[in-house]
């Protein structure tokens, strides 16, 4: 197991940009890492994955705007925001590919508002 710790979410005009880091408490080396979000009144979904081999996958709703990258001596994995949009208000979390490591972190909030 590990212990996630999201970080870097805030309020933001649409347009705009933010860079969400996640730490973790083991080594990620050799796991697919993914960042989630879930919104108000939905489920949680996938938005990007990257695995131990730095290829990367993304949702088509931010594809080409998002950009997830790792750095595996640090045990961070992190997702560059871009183009923001009121639609990507959501609480973002990351944790590995399922099967999922049992303790999310507490997530951080992104809210894309004018």
């Known amino acids: 197991q590990a212990q996630l710790v999201e970080s870097g979410g805030g309020l933001v005009q649409p347009g705009g940009s933010l860079k969400l880091s996640c730490s973790a408490s083991?080594?990620?080396?050799?796991?697919?890492m993914g960042w989630y979000r879930q919104a108000p009144g939905k489920e949680r979904e996938l938005v990007a994955s990257?695995?131990?081999?730095?290829?990367?996958d993304y949702a088509d709703s931010v594809k080409g705007r998002f950009s997830i990258s790792r750095d595996n001596s640090k045990n961070m994995v992190y997702l560059q925001m871009n183009s923001l949009k009121p639609e990507d208000t959501a609480v973002y979390y990351c944790?590995?590919?399922?099967?999922?490591?049992?303790?999310w972190g507490q997530g951080t909030q992104v809210t894309v508002s004018s």
């Open positions: 990257i695995t131990n081999g730095h290829s990367t």
């Open positions: 083991r080594r990620i080396l050799f796991y697919a």
């Open positions: 944790n590995r590919l399922a099967p999922y490591w049992s303790s």
